[in-house]
């Protein structure tokens, strides 16, 4: 098997953890939208808005307590340990009989995604070859967008066809099952070859290293010189740098990255993408479509999801970071501002749910792909490939955290929000999309191949500008684009490739 082969199957396996968070992203529309839901619950929107919240809010304390399990533990036992407490509180949220269970069990389920979602991009980015690094990082994404898909077609099969508890409790069992393949298979998968030095296990990540990108030979020119990269810089950081989350805010350059990491994580969110994943029902009603094809539409969504998301794993290490996401973001600003228009002018009682209806579910799909394919991937690929070893755990837990801040926020008050203003409530994720874009324009370096170890000495140097356009930043662009030729070079190429 190529090396490449490997270390993506090794990150293919690793992102059924995603689809964990993504099956969520796509079940829990159905679930507070189904009848047998609410005459059982009798739930108003501000309870609704708990149900989704609590999930993302559980998410946001399990990211912050995976930074700290991910360097002490290391990554694989830290995927176990999520996957383990997702299974807990998906057990409890399928078997709720009040909306007190349903509340803890959605909480407890969070906190394991949110241990997943921070951990395994960290751990995909350590284990790949810089020149397909994006492509197994986004792997996150699409491993969400596949659960995603399931719980799309799973959702709309059980609320069409069951009116008993079945009709919500089905779709919520099923997410268990991902849960338990990736906690009883993932310690038969390599640990992360960077922690293992990093923690004075030397051997055991030559030998890793070895059996990722050179079908075990240690003698291997490229392993060699990976090896004694990474030791080199593990020995600096343990000489000149606190293993603290302190350093994140006080090394220049470690402060510029987690602030880039964060903001990205913030931008995607104020997209909109959680509001139409969770209260599509809510929202498609405002121009009269039905449940059930609320839920049917949003399942085909996630079709067209999946292949945006695919083609993005296929491009992104040759289009770059730094345009993908500018020109996604633009593209998102466009399709809400022809949403929020249809939803201003064609609302429920001017009975114009066909054409107009039509109108809007196109635009959502359009939107969807530009997400799927832009925003939703880099923000994973990124944040997991500009740290250090040693600050790389903590910073994406920190920057996955924000990611669930804000995903909880929006769950909390969008159907409070839809309810109160309507289709005012959309125009803010417009304006959001266009500042995203002129945002990332003005602070986003590109990373694209770059070797990890370089990104502190070449993209995030301490005396680098944060403003990434303009001649100041010529030479970093330049000592970048050098250092992205280094590692992948023809001939590196071809023995490599997947």
Not at 35 to 42: I, K, P, Q, R
Request: proline share 3%; aromatic share 12%.
């Amino acid at each position: 098997m190529k090396p490449h082969t490997y270390q993506f199957l090794v990150g293919v396996f690793a992102s059924v953890g995603s689809v964990l968070y993504g099956y969520d992203l796509g079940v829990i529309a159905g679930v507070v939208g189904s009848t047998s839901y609410a005459e059982l619950f009798n739930a108003d929107a501000a309870q609704n808005g708990a149900v989704v919240s609590l999930f993302t809010g559980g998410a946001f304390f399990g990211a912050m307590f995976a930074g700290p399990a991910g360097d002490y533990l290391g990554r694989r036992l830290t995927i176990l340990l999520g996957a383990l407490l997702f299974l807990v509180g998906g057990a409890i949220q399928t078997a709720a009989q009040t909306i007190n269970y349903l509340y803890g069990g959605r909480a407890i389920a969070g906190l394991g995604v949110g241990f997943l979602t921070m951990i395994i991009p960290v751990y995909q980015s350590e284990i790949a070859h810089p020149s397909i690094r994006g492509r197994v990082t986004g792997l996150q994404q699409f491993m969400l967008g596949i659960g995603a898909f399931l719980a799309g077609w799973i959702t709309w099969g059980c609320y069409t066809n069951l009116t008993n508890d079945g009709q919500w409790r089905i779709p919520l069992g099923i997410q268990n099952l991902p849960a338990v393949i990736l906690a009883t298979l993932i310690l038969f998968f390599p640990e992360s070859p960077r922690w293992l030095v990093d923690h004075d296990r030397a051997d055991e990540g030559l030998a890793t290293l070895a059996k990722l990108h050179s079908n075990g030979d240690v003698n291997d020119p490229w392993v060699r010189a990976e090896f004694a990269s990474i030791q080199e810089t593990i020995t600096f950081e343990h000489e000149n740098e606190a293993k603290s989350y302190m350093e994140l805010f006080t090394n220049i350059s470690a402060f510029r990255r987690l602030f880039l990491a964060m903001s990205i994580q913030a931008a995607t969110q104020m997209t909109g993408v959680s509001a139409i994943q969770y209260f599509s029902v809510t929202i498609f009603a405002q121009i009269g479509i039905s449940a059930d094809n609320a839920l049917k539409y949003q399942a085909i969504n996630s079709i067209l999801a999946l292949i945006a998301q695919a083609m993005c794993m296929l491009l992104i290490d040759k289009f770059g970071r730094r345009p993908t996401l500018i020109i996604g973001n633009l593209v998102n600003c466009v399709m809400f501002i022809a949403a929020t228009v249809l939803l201003a002018k064609f609302p429920p009682d001017t009975n114009s749910g066909g054409t107009a209806g039509w109108g809007f579910i196109i635009v959502t799909w359009l939107y969807n792909i530009s997400f799927s394919f832009a925003c939703g991937p880099l923000s994973w690929i990124i944040p997991a490939e500009i740290f250090d070893t040693h600050t790389r755990s903590k910073g994406v837990s920190l920057a996955t955290m924000t990611s669930f801040a804000f995903n909880t926020l929006i769950g909390q008050v969008t159907s409070i929000a839809v309810d109160a203003v309507g289709w005012r409530f959309f125009v803010l994720f417009a304006v959001c999309n266009a500042t995203n874009a002129l945002f990332f324009y003005l602070v986003l370096p590109e990373t694209k191949r770059v070797p990890l170890e370089q990104m502190g000495t070449v993209v995030f140097a301490r005396d680098a500008p944060w403003i990434v356009v303009g001649d100041r930043y010529q030479v970093y662009r330049a000592a970048a684009a050098a250092a992205a030729r280094d590692v992948v070079g023809d001939d590196d190429l071809k023995k490599h490739e997947i």
